[in-house]
């Protein structure tokens, strides 16, 4: 099996580093560049090419969002996770708006970074259990939720057990705290949402907490 690819981009030597260190004992995952700003970013895409660009928001010369919209446009096959200090509702609609497809905070646990990088490799959208609920939704309300794929023609075809886990996830509310109130474990529960996702034809967190709301699973 091919490894990811992946390309650090932080001002700070510390937190690349840092990056590095926890990824290095990922079999699967393999970093294969950094840079310090935009420039030498697309200085290093003309002779390497990443799965997964990790993208920090505040650097000099060119911010993160804007890289990112080039990175969208110009290097559609690369896939975008921003890994920043600030998780304020504009700075996450922004990345998000900009293409990325992953947005952590960099005080997320090594787990959840690799968790991020595997799903946006695979072709999910992945936001950190850390952003609050309430900027989820905000963000889905002003992108709007009418999406043909968010209809109930797809319902029926969960489980009791799933519901009631599509809504706690849409709730907001971790795996882990999840877990504890239906008395399962973390896995259990991943395992769940993955079969809802497969069920309903989904692909995100997002796309569950539309369907959701879209469907009246939950009060707004």
């Known amino acids: 099996m091919s490894k990811i690819k992946v390309l650090l981009v932080d001002d700070h ?6 990056i590095f260190a926890l990824l290095i004992k990922e079999h699967d995952i393999e970093i294969v560049g950094e840079a310090s700003n935009g420039d030498e970013l697309f200085e290093k895409l003309k002779f390497i090419k990443p799965d997964i660009i990790i993208l920090d928001i505040s650097l000099p010369k060119m911010s993160g969002i804007e890289i990112a919209g080039i990175l969208t446009k110009d ?5 975008i996770i921003v890994f920043s200090s600030y998780t304020d509702e504009e700075t996450i609609f922004k990345s ?7 947005f952590l905070p960099k005080d997320s646990m090594r787990e959840d970074l690799v968790e991020a990088i595997k799903k946006v ?11 609050p609920n309430t900027i989820l939704m905000d963000y889905i309300k002003k992108s709007g939720n009418q999406e043909e794929k968010y209809n109930n023609s797809k319902l029926g075809s969960l489980t009791k057990r799933e ?4 809504k706690l996830i849409a709730d907001g509310l971790s ?7 239906l008395f399962i474990s973390v896995r259990t529960v991943e ?13 995100s967190t997002i796309d ?6 879209k469907n009246d699973l939950i009060n707004l």
């Open 208 to 213: 569950l907490v539309k369907f959701a709301i």
């Open 75 to 79: 290097f559609p096959q690369i896939r």
């Open 191 to 203: 395992t769940h949402k993955n079969n809802i996702l497969q069920k309903l034809e989904l692909k």
């Open 163 to 166: 519901r009631e886990i599509l």
């Open 96 to 102: 998000i708006r900009a293409g990325a497809k992953g």
């Open 13 to 18: 030597q510390i937190v690349r580093d840092g």
């Open 175 to 181: 795996y882990k705290e999840i877990g504890n109130e």
């Open 121 to 131: 490799n695979q072709g999910f959208e992945y936001l950190s259990d850390k952003i």
